[in-house]
């Protein structure tokens, strides 16, 4: 629901801003991303996994949480005021990302109440609020664009949408009694960043490498062409946030069945590959075949063209984010945070190079080239550490037929002359064919799959 109605934001503000506002939209949109990691400290990760394994300590967990978010919401409001002064940018911009740098102390209480829902494995009050605080976020904001304003009035959305958030969790939570004796306590506070920080510095890295493309496109090529890549990349984003979304559903359950029922959290790592991606590789293809319907039907306007092109560049990298995300929270899981925070500071350090390299060379086609090459990176890392950490998951017996298919579907179907509606129903069904050809299902699947939408 929040990448739904995020992605119809973006659109709207490319229409009524063009490339440049929607550059200077992802740019504001970067800079939130990147600090409220920032200022969750990593916590998040660590207590989720603490209160899995003891619910009934959700109490004491959300306190210490609480007051280390609320400060790490003062540091990283601080750090994003003086990286975006420090890099330059344009007046209006500046001032949005000061307005947005308010919008964390209430992300903080929202971190806190959010990872008491997640351990608790009661996620479905997430869902909820954030899809009602992100719909009256997206009305406003509509209204606000079709009334002349723009990126400072988008940025007080994201305040608005935040303190919101916060109300309906509150309300949300009531009944699990968290504010009950209510104590601050600094020093516990404090001690969990400590406790946490190879999570915080796997966040970090994670959500930097995330945004590499956007900062290093911004300050390289200007905002206009990172308006272009953002208008394609927002697509791929889509589909990411679904496979993000399974990683983290999945991480609590993981965190139990490692210590609980390890064959039943090896097949878990296993299945979610291999099922997970079947299903990428038709998304990627159908991102291929279908860029430039796709670009045309969402912009509407001439200036677009190229991101049709970048689409097509990054729709590998829907797979490729797939793998990562569930070989990290395998790591993670497995108690193997320290191999994930050096899998995500190597990925990091090479990204950068990779982006610095090929956006100066290539601009926004390198841009698109070095997210799958840094992606592919990481992939390569984390499934290293985890066969030496953990000796599991084989990722390439979980994956090879998946892309063997979508290769030869590629191959034989991508450059068709033909109706895009009949290459892509025709790509479908080869894709869907050759998966049954080869064996890629059992009869057993079906079951696994109802567990898994679970």
């Given at each position: 629901m929040r990448i739904a109605f995020n992605a119809i934001l973006s659109?709207?503000?490319?229409?009524?801003?063009?490339?440049a506002g929607l550059g200077k939209y992802a740019v504001l949109a970067a800079y939130w991303n990147v600090f409220q990691v920032v200022a969750t400290l990593g916590v998040p990760r660590l207590v989720i996994r603490a209160i899995a394994r003891e619910p009934e300590a959700s109490r004491f967990w959300f306190q210490r949480t609480l007051?280390?978010?609320?400060?790490?919401?003062?540091?990283?409001?601080?750090?994003?005021?003086?990286?975006?002064?420090?890099?330059?940018?344009?007046?209006?911009?500046?001032?949005?990302?000061?307005?947005?740098?308010?919008?964390?102390?209430?992300?903080?209480?929202?971190?806190?109440?959010?990872?008491?829902?997640?351990g608790r494995q009661e996620m479905h009050w997430i869902p909820l609020a954030q899809g009602v605080a992100t719909a009256l976020q997206l009305l406003l904001s509509v209204v606000l664009l079709l009334s002349g304003y723009g990126i400072v009035a988008l940025a007080w959305t994201i305040v608005l949408g935040q303190v919101c958030l916060v109300l309906m969790e509150i309300w949300a939570a009531r009944s699990l009694f968290l504010w009950q004796s209510f104590q601050v306590q600094l020093s516990p506070a404090l001690r969990l960043f400590w406790d946490a920080l190879d999570f915080f510095l796997n966040?970090?890295?994670?959500?930097?490498?995330?945004?590499?493309?956007?900062?290093?496109?911004?300050?390289?090529?200007?905002?206009?062409?990172?308006g272009l890549y953002n208008?394609?990349?927002?697509?791929?984003?889509?589909?990411?946030?679904?496979?993000?979304?399974?990683?983290?559903?999945?991480?609590?359950?993981?965190?139990?069945?490692?210590?609980?029922?390890?064959?039943?959290?090896?097949?878990?790592?296993?299945?979610?590959?291999?099922?997970?991606?079947?299903?990428?590789?038709?998304?990627?293809?159908?991102?291929?075949?279908?860029?430039?319907?796709?670009?045309?039907?969402?912009?509407?306007?001439?200036?677009?063209?190229?991101s049709a092109r970048l689409l097509q560049w990054c729709a590998p990298f829907v797979v490729i984010f797939l793998w990562n995300a569930i070989l990290s929270s395998g790591l993670m899981a497995g108690n193997q945070q320290r191999s994930s925070v050096i899998v995500a500071g190597v990925k990091l350090l090479l990204?950068?190079?990779?982006?610095?390299?090929?956006?100066?060379?290539?601009?926004?086609?390198?841009?698109?080239?070095?997210?799958?090459?840094?992606?592919?990176?990481?992939?390569?890392?984390?499934?290293?550490?985890?066969?030496?950490?953990?000796?599991?998951v084989a990722l390439p017996q979980a994956v090879w037929k998946p892309l063997a298919a979508g290769v030869v579907v590629v191959v034989l179907v991508g450059f068709l002359p033909a109706p895009w509606p009949l290459v892509l129903a025709g790509a479908t069904a080869l894709y869907g064919g050759l998966l049954l050809v080869m064996g890629a299902f059992r009869a057993a699947d079906w079951q696994l799959l109802r567990q898994m939408a679970r």
């Open positions: 659109i709207f503000v490319a229409r009524q801003l063009g490339a007051v280390n978010q609320l400060i790490g919401a003062g540091v990283g409001g601080f750090a994003l005021l003086a990286t975006a002064n420090l890099l330059r940018h344009p007046p209006d911009t500046l001032l949005a990302l000061a307005v947005v740098a308010l919008a964390l102390a209430p992300a903080a209480v929202v971190s806190a109440l959010e990872t008491v829902f997640q966040s970090l890295s994670v959500v930097l490498f995330s945004r590499l493309d956007v900062l290093i496109l911004s300050q390289l090529a200007g905002e206009q062409a990172t208008a394609a990349f927002l697509i791929i984003q889509m589909v990411n946030f679904l496979s993000s979304s399974y990683s983290n559903a999945a991480y609590p359950v993981l965190s139990h069945l490692f210590t609980a029922a390890w064959e039943r959290f090896a097949d878990l790592m296993y299945q979610s590959l291999r099922f997970g991606t079947a299903v990428n590789v038709l998304a990627a293809i159908w991102l291929a075949i279908g860029a430039q319907p796709i670009i045309g039907l969402l912009y509407h306007r001439e200036e677009y063209l190229m990204g950068f190079g990779y982006y610095l390299t090929l956006t100066a060379w290539l601009g926004p086609v390198g841009t698109a080239l070095a997210t799958v090459l840094a992606g592919l990176t990481g992939t390569v890392l984390n499934q290293l550490f985890l066969t030496r950490t953990l000796g599991l």
